[in-house]
């Protein structure tokens, strides 16, 4: 069964404090994302990556990091968590070459910043 | 600028059939998707559509008009379990895609 994992379901932060997400698939795909979702809004992309040591910054990049040392492993960072990034943070990973492909979804990050 | 639209909640009875409606603009057009999220849980695939027409996968059925930016999802035979939020998503001409902010379905005994 294919599986994207995500490392902390709730996580409970205070203002200021650096934020680690990570996300592991077992599918051997290329490309992983970050998105996060709000309520009302459609998922926003944070920044994805096609390939080991590579990122693109998404629509919303400004606040966050990402690292891609592993080609399963695929880490979103907070350098200083602030309250508006309080949101749930979903990762997702594609097959590479396949850009009409499906995405696979893990079961998403719920972030608090107190 | 790029956009979708679709309804924020819709309600139906179970056994009953329902359509959920999306219209896109986008720069380009690279194919519409449908996704299925449960709440709590993560988004699943349902449909890709590329070409005009209706795509029927079981229950699911999606229809596209690229001439119109619209697309619908029709659910036939509704069970309990799929009360769910359904998302549209459009591939835009860099591959990139543009997701509306989901319809809640809420299904009724």
């Known amino acids: 069964d294919v599986k994207v994992t995500q490392s902390s379901r709730y996580l409970v932060k205070r203002t200021g404090e650096k934020v680690f997400l990570e996300c592991v698939q077992d599918?051997?795909?290329?490309?992983m994302f970050w998105y996060r979702q709000d309520p009302g809004l459609g998922l926003r992309l944070i920044y994805f990556?096609?390939?080991?040591?590579?990122?693109e910054k998404g629509d919303i990049p400004e606040g966050y990091s990402v690292s891609r040392e592993k080609k399963e492993r695929f880490s979103l960072i907070l350098e200083s968590a602030s309250t508006n990034q309080t949101s749930m943070y979903l990762c997702a990973s594609r097959s590479g070459g396949r850009d009409t492909g499906e995405l696979f979804f893990g079961e998403g990050s719920r972030l608090t910043v107190l | 600028g790029q956009n979708i639209d679709q309804p924020t909640e819709m309600t139906a009875t179970e056994g009953a059939i329902v359509q959920i409606n999306c219209t896109y603009q986008t720069s380009g057009f690279n194919g519409l998707f449908w996704y299925q999220q449960h709440a709590g849980e993560a988004p699943t695939f349902l449909s890709y559509n590329v070409l005009d027409g209706l795509e029927e996968k079981g229950r699911f059925s999606s229809f596209l008009s690229r001439s119109k930016g619209y697309s619908y999802l029709l659910l036939k035979e509704l069970q309990m379990k799929d009360s769910a939020s359904y998302l549209c998503?459009?591939?835009?001409?860099?591959?990139?895609?543009?997701w509306g902010a989901g319809t809640k379905l809420i299904i009724k005994p």
């Open positions: 599918m051997d795909h290329e490309n």
């Open positions: 998503a459009a591939l835009d001409s860099n591959y990139q895609l543009i």
């Open positions: 990556s096609y390939d080991v040591k590579m990122k």
